[in-house]
């Protein structure tokens, strides 16, 4: 908006001033000049220089409060001050200095001409570009006694600043509708007749009695889509609804009038001006509640909420209310503006989208990213019914920035999800689930429910490598992300010295990753593998027990050597039975179906060797027997019964958090 860009340009000029006069000062006061002029320093010096500067500072501050002040004799008054103080300086430094100028007094010279420039360009009493001249003029002859060639310097610098004065001077500034502070505003509009100023100052007496009831629309929208977050009711007439009819139907003729007095762009500027400021608050500090939040990353589920908030029921129903003030200006002109009163408040949430995207890569970002993307592809039909310029090029732009980064942090995703403190975890001593486990297959689980969102990013944004586009499939790229995570595991599992333990944990962990993704994906690799390490684990561990039971039957089975054979082996099998059991029962295994699953094999395996052994062993050794035989059959299997400690983890809920 041309008054802001006014406003702005004030603000640097009073900035400019203000620094130019503190560089001044500060600088003469170091001067050799102020102690040839006025002697050393002392307190009653201090305090009065320091109360002129501050008087002066605060004249340059607040120059703009007597800018357009047409007293005359304000005026006459100010340059007879001005030419006083200047004409009494230069009298005395011309008396009293003869020796050349150091540095500082350069400095302040030159700062002071700045000052001068600044005021010149903020007030109108007619002294301002003298005494610019004046400062300029005593840059130069005291650059001249410290060297002539020196006065080349002075003079292209005051020639730059007369020039830039000059063309400041030569344009003609029409001063724009302006609209300042949120309570009351007041827009001057310069105009040749009476009846043109007084057309506009009804019009903005209509458009106030309009932003009385900002407040209260407010409070509806917000309490119409309080914690509905997925299903928003397309009620297009709330906002007409809210307002009285006559306040309506008077600022359309209020408008009607401007645009037949030839104020068809005044009127324009002035309700943009209005409605765009309340729109960015409403949807910006209110309802997304940017400025109260901060950048974070939980505020992704807000900004989704505010975006379709806007595009289906603010933004409509403001085109409704447009249409009715405006509803006999030319279409073209009329869109343009309407996009211009949504376009602050949407360029922002388009831009924190942007923003968020943009931070650095994580696995759980991928997700939140996608829930943007998907948001923007549901509204893209949104922004071309309500927008005709460079919004809905915008929104497209930035939906594709967010495809692209989707893909880009998906294709890295077999990287990202064990950039997690956990992966730097020990093994559990117990042979448990890794932590690693249980959260990266919960992004693996997540990828999975977003595995429509990402075949679509995949399928229409493809790598291109010279010319050529590649299609990388959502399985294809899951596949080479399961073979890298064993690979993990197995890594993880070297920590175990005893290879029945290591076995077990990769069994273990495979299991649980299995158990999560059965639902998605039936992966006949996984399922086989976590079969070998079932056959590892028992072979390193039972087969070694079930080994002592084997016997081979002869003839001779009944001499004392077979019998004292047999006992040692029964021995060695209690006793390894025993260590067995008293380890694994302090193992933890994943679920109860791992559980039965161990246990249903022993059972096939080892009871009835152990069985068949004791009857062996009965006959063999006779009624002494029971001397030996520690476990009957029931103990055996009371043993099986207690191996393995259930472990505790609750993956659905864990899933749900990171959606959360």
Not at 32 to 53: A, C, M, R
Not at 266 to 293: G, Q, T
Not at 310 to 332: D, M, Q, W
């Amino acid at each position: 908006m041309d008054f802001r860009n006014n406003n702005m340009t004030t603000i640097l000029w009073r900035f400019l001033g203000l620094s130019s006069t503190v560089v001044g000062f500060l600088c003469y006061a170091l001067s050799s000049s102020f102690t040839h002029l006025f002697g050393e320093w002392n307190l009653l010096k201090i305090f009065l220089y320091s109360v002129f500067s501050l008087i002066i500072c605060l004249m340059i501050l607040f120059a703009n409060t007597w800018q357009n002040s047409r007293s005359l004799r304000f005026k006459a008054h100010s340059a007879f001050l001005v030419l006083t103080i200047t004409s009494v300086y230069s009298f005395f430094s011309d008396k009293v200095i003869n020796r050349k100028s150091d540095a500082y007094s350069l400095i302040s010279y030159a700062a002071f001409a700045l000052m001068s420039l600044s005021l010149s360009r903020q007030t109108q009493c007619g002294f301002e570009v003298d005494l610019m001249y004046f400062y300029l003029g005593c840059l130069i002859v005291q650059l001249m006694k410290i060297n002539l060639q020196l006065a080349i310097v002075g003079v292209c610098y005051s020639y730059c600043l007369i020039i830039l004065r000059s063309s400041f001077s030569s344009l003609n500034v029409t001063q724009e509708t302006q609209c300042l502070g949120l309570e009351e505003q007041h827009v001057v509009i310069q105009v040749d007749s009476q009846l043109s100023e007084n057309i506009k100052q009804r019009f903005l007496t209509c458009m106030n009695e309009l932003k009385k009831n900002n407040t209260k629309i407010g409070k509806m929208l917000l309490q119409k889509v309080k914690g509905n977050y997925k299903l928003f009711v397309t009620d297009h007439n709330f906002i007409i609804d809210a307002i009285l009819p006559e306040t309506i139907n008077n600022l359309h003729e209020m408008a009607k009038l401007m645009f037949d007095a030839g104020f068809e762009r005044e009127c324009y500027e002035i309700y943009n001006c209005y409605r765009e400021e309340w729109l960015e608050d409403l949807l910006i500090n209110k309802l997304l509640a940017l400025r109260k939040m901060g950048f974070q990353d939980y505020v992704i589920g807000r900004w989704i909420k505010t975006s379709k908030v806007a595009l289906k029921i603010l933004f409509p129903s403001e085109r409704h209310l447009y249409n009715r003030v405006f509803s006999e200006s030319n279409s073209a002109s009329s869109n343009l503006y309407f996009s211009r009163i949504c376009s602050g408040a949407m360029i922002q949430l388009l831009n924190f989208s942007v923003a968020f995207a943009n931070r650095s890569p994580s696995a759980w970002r991928l997700f939140k990213i996608l829930n943007l993307f998907e948001t923007l592809c549901d509204l893209i039909h949104d922004f071309e019914s309500l927008f005709l310029d460079r919004l809905v090029s915008e929104a497209i732009q930035v939906k594709n920035r967010l495809g692209q980064k989707s893909r880009d942090i998906f294709m890295e995703f077999g990287n990202l999800i064990f950039l997690t403190p956990d992966v730097e975890l020990d093994c559990w001593a117990d042979g448990g689930v890794h932590p690693m486990t249980c959260e990266a297959t919960g992004y693996i689980v997540m990828a999975f429910w977003s595995r429509q969102h990402l075949e679509k990013v995949l399928r229409e944004y493809p790598f291109v490598f010279d010319g050529v586009k590649t299609y990388s499939l959502f399985y294809s790229q899951m596949e080479l992300i399961m073979e890298q995570f064993e690979k993990k595991l197995e890594f993880k599992s070297q920590i175990y010295e005893e290879p029945a333990l290591r076995y077990f944990f990769m069994m273990n962990n495979l299991s649980h990753i299995e158990y999560r993704l059965e639902s998605f994906w039936d992966h006949k690799y996984l399922h086989k593998n976590t079969g070998q390490y079932f056959e590892l684990y028992c072979r390193n561990s039972w087969s070694k027990v079930i080994d002592f039971l084997k016997m081979d039957v002869n003839e001779s089975v009944t001499c004392n050597f077979e019998a004292n054979s047999m006992k040692d082996n029964l021995s060695l099998f209690n006793q390894k039975f025993k260590e067995t059991c008293g380890i694994q029962c302090t193992w933890r295994v994943f679920d109860e179906k791992l559980r039965n699953q161990i246990k249903t094999f022993l059972e096939m395996k080892l009871l009835p060797a152990y069985e068949n052994f004791i009857a062996m062993f009965e006959n063999v050794v006779g009624k002494n027997a029971d001397e030996y035989i520690v476990y009957g059959m029931s103990d055996i299997q009371d043993e099986l019964n207690h191996l393995f400690l259930l472990e505790e983890v609750d993956c659905v809920r864990h899933d749900l958090m990171k959606t959360s």
